[in-house]
């Protein structure tokens, strides 16, 4: 049950008539020859930690360990629930917790990398979100995250999600596709959706930099999972909608892969250009010579 490629991967759940998920919790069963029991419950234990760390900030707010963020999610929270939220239930919601989860991490608290701990928050903000809005229940989420899996998989297998290789298009951006692709498959999407929205995503989110204020992922980074929950919660309403999408997902992937090797060094993590090296950033982090 294995797939080398979004073709193979989309062949299979046709030829099976499986969803991705279920495509590729056999692919995990085999790899590892473990249960389903097992798998499952490996996967439900990272989804109790994302959702942990999504609302903790939102009661216990905490400062990062570079002092560049802390507290905007919860800001967000009240601002929402005071009426005055621009974005929807949603959105609103998915991005606050997205950028809670940046907050637990950058403050050396528990997250589970989705695909990089500075991408986080997009993948358990946007599930989070719909379960709430949508009442799905936890095992519905467990198996959207086996979607969300395979998108990773097929991006770690044949490009990659290193912002130091590819920028930030690579991480949040390989995040969002990982969380559209999954949201639409919890949605009721079909397999071939789910892979357009993924595609979607990285087409709208092409070029994006990595330039980590002080070289932490702190700064833009937080307000970026919020960016890539939108980027992704877009890619899957117009794929919900039956909106096609031109370019297949293993091209989107090929080409994200060859814009991020194209990247001068200095916007792919080395904090040497972009938002790094403004004067605002350089006088916030302190560390600029």
């Known amino acids: 049950m294995d797939f080398k490629s979004a073709a193979e991967l989309l062949k299979l759940c046709e030829e099976e008539n499986l969803p991705i998920s279920q495509v590729m919790r056999r692919r995990e069963m085999?790899?590892?020859?473990?249960?389903?029991?097992?798998?499952?419950?490996?996967?439900?234990?990272?989804?109790?930690?994302?959702?942990e760390s999504a609302k903790t900030p939102l009661t216990t707010p905490g400062k990062s360990m570079g002092g560049l963020i802390g507290g905007e999610a919860k800001k967000l929270a009240d601002h929402q629930a005071a009426g005055k939220g621009l974005c929807g239930d949603v959105l609103g919601v998915a991005m606050t917790y997205a950028m809670a989860v940046l907050e637990v991490?950058?403050?050396?608290?528990?997250?589970?990398?989705?695909?990089?701990?500075?991408?986080?928050?997009?993948?358990?903000?946007?599930?989070?979100?719909?379960?709430?809005?949508?009442?799905?229940t936890d095992e519905d989420v467990i198996s959207a995250l086996f979607?969300?899996?395979?998108?990773?998989?097929?991006?770690?297998?044949?490009?990659?999600?290193?912002?130091?290789?590819g920028g930030c298009q690579a991480e949040v951006g390989?995040?969002?596709?990982?969380?559209?692709?999954?949201?639409?498959?919890?949605?009721?999407?079909?397999?071939?959706?789910?892979?357009?929205?993924?595609?979607?995503?990285?087409?709208?989110?092409l070029g994006l930099v990595c330039d980590p204020v002080g070289g932490l992922v702190e700064y833009p980074c937080q307000n970026r999972n919020a960016a890539g929950v939108a980027n992704a919660l877009i890619a899957a309403e117009m794929s919900l909608a039956g909106v096609p999408q031109l370019i297949p997902f293993d091209e989107m992937l090929e080409t994200m892969y060859t814009v991020g090797r194209g990247?001068?060094?200095?916007?792919?993590?080395?904090?040497?250009?972009?938002?790094?090296?403004t004067p605002s950033a350089c006088a916030a982090c302190g560390m600029c010579g």
């Open 30 to 51: 085999s790899e590892t020859g473990a249960a389903r029991t097992d798998i499952d419950h490996r996967m439900a234990r990272a989804w109790e930690i994302m959702k």
């Open 105 to 136: 991490n950058s403050s050396m608290g528990l997250i589970v990398a989705a695909p990089t701990a500075g991408s986080a928050g997009v993948v358990p903000g946007l599930l989070l979100a719909l379960q709430e809005a949508y009442q799905k």
């Open 147 to 165: 979607n969300a899996g395979a998108v990773g998989y097929l991006a770690m297998r044949n490009a990659t999600v290193a912002g130091a290789v």
């Open 174 to 205: 390989v995040a969002a596709a990982m969380a559209a692709s999954a949201a639409v498959e919890l949605m009721g999407g079909s397999p071939r959706q789910c892979l357009g929205a993924g595609s979607t995503v990285l087409m709208n989110m």
């Open 263 to 277: 990247l001068p060094a200095s916007l792919r993590e080395t904090a040497q250009g972009g938002c790094a090296v």
